[in-house]
């Protein structure tokens, strides 16, 4: 463990918010996180990279993960190790992030014989923070997080499997977003009330798209009865200006028998009061709850401590019959293609939709499309 009585090389900046070292974070809460999320693209959906690190200072844990799906097939490999002490220096085992120019330029390394990639973000629009996002479990805080995200493209190399991939950044897409604050990581809570009585649902939806000319971000979120808890939508232009796109009305159109996505429209509204509609295709999805080390991931979670130095491949094939019937119960990022107007795009499309939620009919956890 690190030396409580010295200071940590980020105290020599300053940047301090607390009367703390920035050894500590200024709060006791064992879910306290600071992460980095990454995705990226061929634009056909044909290779799908999704992959983050994350540093759990009250958990003494630094971890990081790369997935790549390629048909019905999904690769991950996962890191971590104790976390000595924090600064500039991103690294957990054969992974790495470089900051080379803040909220524009970053390099990300992945070195491991299943996977490996030297990847480099050019971020097209500028970043944005989102609205503060915060869930309640009772009056206690479960989610209490702060994050800003971006539209970007990728260039460099990807090895998965004995195949190299050159990654193009006039084809290669996709975004990127910082967190910070409490969530659920590590081992788990005890379950107490909050499993007994349950919230009866989860409803989720996050859209960050890339066109030519600009970007938009849509968040959406809502309790089982349709009553909207986080509510974000705006579109970012080249010269910094953001535009607020007032109260998206989703419509999502669901597989028969599943609630898996198969189209999607968001009605949205200018500062000048007219409608903005984006129209939306989801394609290849990653559920990240399947090798991500998102919540409900049976493997490896976020903040798990896995002793030091510790490395992990699985391979996963989403039509097996021991991991195809858990792809709908979490969160599922899909490849989405879109049109707004006559701009094209292309972007994410996050969407979960679990138990009870009135708005689209859904009335327990058992319940699918007609």
């Known amino acids: 463990m690190s030396d409580s009585h010295a200071p940590v090389p980020l105290d020599e900046y300053p940047i301090h918010q607390t009367p703390l070292s920035l050894a500590r974070v200024a709060t006791s809460d064992r879910n306290f996180y600071d992460r980095s999320y ?23 844990v630094v971890d990081a993960y790369a997935l790549v799906r390629r048909g019905d097939i999904q690769r991950a490999v996962r890191f971590s190790d104790a976390l000595e002490t924090r600064d500039l220096e991103m690294r957990v085992g054969g992974y790495r992030v470089e900051i080379q120019e803040p909220l524009q330029r970053v390099r990300i390394v992945c070195e491991h014989d299943d ?54 950044p006039a084809v290669w897409l996709g975004s990127r977003d910082r967190s910070w604050g409490i969530r659920p990581v590590g081992e788990a809570d005890p379950p107490g009330r909050a499993a007994d009585e349950g919230s009866g649902g989860f409803w989720w939806l ?6 030519d000319e600009f970007s938009i971000i849509v968040i959406v979120q809502e309790n089982p009865d349709g009553y909207r808890t986080l509510n974000d939508a705006v579109r970012i232009w080249p010269d910094g200006r953001v535009e607020q796109l007032g109260w998206p009305r989703v419509h999502i159109e669901y597989r028969s028998g599943t609630r898996h996505p198969v189209a999607a429209r968001l009605d949205l509204t200018t500062p000048d009061g007219k409608p903005l ?31 030091r130095d510790w490395t992990s491949s699985v391979r996963y094939d989403l039509t097996a019959p021991d991991i195809a019937p858990r792809i709908p119960w979490g969160v599922i990022d899909h ?16 969407h979960a939709s679990m138990g009870r939620h009135d708005p689209t009919g859904f009335t327990d956890w058992t319940s699918v499309a007609p």
Not at 278 to 306: A, N, S
Request: aromatic fraction near 12%; glycine fraction near 14%.
């Open 206 to 211: 996050y859209v960050p798209l890339r066109f």
């Open 335 to 350: 490849v989405a293609h879109a049109r707004c107007g006559d701009a094209e795009g292309w972007g994410l499309f996050e």
């Open 277 to 307: 509609e984006v129209e939306i295709h989801p394609k290849t999805f990653v559920p990240l709850h399947i090798g991500c080390g998102y919540g409900g991931d049976p493997d490896w979670q976020h903040g798990r401590w896995m002793g």
């Open 38 to 60: 990454f995705n990226a693209h061929d634009r056909d959906g044909g290779t799908f990279l999704i992959t983050g690190m994350g540093l759990y200072p009250n958990l003494g």
């Open 115 to 168: 996977l490996s990639f030297d990847l480099t973000w050019n971020g097209s629009f500028p970043a944005v923070l989102e609205q503060p996002h915060q869930i309640l479990t009772g009056n206690r805080p479960i989610i209490d997080a702060q994050r800003f995200a971006q539209l970007g493209s990728w260039s460099g190399t990807l090895h998965v499997d004995g195949t190299d991939i050159a990654v193009d």
